[in-house]
């Protein structure tokens, strides 16, 4: 549920429990069915690392998950966040969870400067949730400490007056520090991609492409895609093709410039086209961007 709302992963959850109710179902479905039911969802390397994993578990441990955290965190996808949270949900160890709510109440509580994007500051703030996590109901305090950032100790806004902390905690009713707290060293830079993307059709057929290399959308199809670096019709097809369609689609480090255009072109240099049935489009997994397009697109 990283960088994910509860009412928006749900159903996927729901869905995946409904489809794949034992391990071992996961593990022996194949990837794009798996992709499939993501669609819509983001952060896709989670549901091929999901799968990984089950399949990790089924061939290393029988199909029975595993139950340290040493052997949880050498799982496919798992960090030290995810493992904590798994051996303490889980299986009652104390392993302490840091996530983005509890950066914030403890830096915030005790006045710690140190950002919470390098190396040293992650260790630090580890070992302090570590010496913090009581013996008994580990899970109580990994939930308590998650849930009072979320509802309490807020980003913007924190409702000091009504905290239990507010005697002790450093930051309370302090305005700068409250705004200055975690402190981050780094600004994520957002990357401005353009994509131009071909709707093809010949005789009952659509032009389709896997995403095969590393990058974002992995394994989902699209149409064929030339990108660039600017938002100019690419001269492979400045005088064939017909913008349809254009939009401006946001990743958490991307900002994608889409466009899409039909043509009746049918071979183009620099890009292999694969036709399949145009009935069968709805049975690839595609990602959102593709989605809203053939929302736009009746026909299709
Ligand atoms: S007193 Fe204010 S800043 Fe401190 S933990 Fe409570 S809500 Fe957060």
Not at 50 to 71: C, I, M, N, S, W
Not at 103 to 120: A, N
Not at 261 to 286: A, Q
Request: include cysteine.
């Amino acid at each position: 549920m990283q960088q994910t709302r509860v009412d928006q992963g749900m159903n996927y959850y729901l869905k995946f429990i409904e489809n794949y109710p034992v391990l071992n179902q996961l593990a022996d479905a194949d990837e794009e069915s798996v992709l499939k039911l993501w669609q819509g969802l983001g952060y896709y390397s989670r549901a091929r690392n999901l799968h990984k994993t089950a399949q990790q578990v089924r061939d290393e441990y029988g199909g029975e998950f595993p139950k340290t955290y040493a052997e949880i965190i050498q799982l496919k996808g798992i960090g030290p966040y995810t493992a904590a949270a798994i051996s303490s949900f889980a299986f009652d160890l104390k392993h302490a969870v840091v996530d983005g709510n509890v950066y914030r109440v403890l830096s915030r509580y005790y006045g710690i400067d140190e950002p919470i994007d390098t190396g040293k500051g992650k260790k630090i703030f580890q070992e302090l949730a570590d010496s913090l996590i009581p013996e008994s109901d580990p899970a109580l305090f990994n939930q308590a400490i998650m849930e009072f950032g979320a509802i309490q100790c807020t980003p913007n806004n924190p409702d000091c007056e009504s905290c239990v902390l507010n005697q002790s905690c450093r930051s309370a009713f302090n305005p700068e520090l409250i705004k200055k707290l975690p402190v981050k060293k780094g600004k994520t830079t957002i990357r401005k991609r353009y994509f131009h993307y071909l709707h093809i059709e010949k005789e009952g057929e659509i032009a389709l492409d896997q995403r095969t290399h590393k990058d974002v959308w992995e394994k989902l199809y699209e149409f064929p895609l030339i990108e660039s670096d600017n938002d100019a019709v690419p001269s492979e097809f400045r005088d064939s093709a017909l913008l349809c369609y254009q939009t401006k689609h946001i990743l958490s480090h991307q900002h994608i410039y889409a466009f899409f255009y039909r043509t009746d072109l049918k071979e183009i240099k620099g890009l292999e086209m694969k036709f399949i049935d145009k009935s069968k489009l709805h049975d690839y997994p595609i990602h959102r961007l593709m989605e809203k397009y053939l929302e736009r697109n009746s026909e299709l």
